[in-house]
């Protein structure tokens, strides 16, 4: 049996967040993946262990679900979502915005 590996990019598409966010979950090792040469791919299964891990709690029907633009974290209520980058308006989770005073989605950060 073939296994499908996704390419960094390909599960930021899926995620629908920028590449650099998922780069750095695979970094933290919150994502798990495989490193093939110089290139990390995440599996199918890791791919859907990640998201198993993340959806907390069951989605309501319609499936809505928000992904903070910081920490790539997936919630299936608006209620975790407490604010938006400054820069562009991306959503921005309650744990950021509470624990880490954020402000700013994961490419506008300031790095202090
Ligand atoms: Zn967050
Ligand atoms: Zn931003």
Known sequence: ?????????????????????????????????????????????????????????????????YICSRCGKKYFSALSISGKCKECGAQLCKACIENDKAEYCEIHQKND
């Open 1 to 65: 049996m073939e296994i499908k590996f996704y390419s960094l990019e390909e599960v930021a598409d899926l995620f629908g967040v920028n590449y650099q966010l998922i780069y750095k979950l695979v970094k933290t090792g919150e994502l798990p993946s495989v490193r093939i040469g110089k290139m990390f791919r995440v599996s199918e299964a890791q791919l859907k262990e990640y998201m198993d891990r993340q959806s907390v709690g069951t989605p309501a029907s319609g499936e809505q679900s």
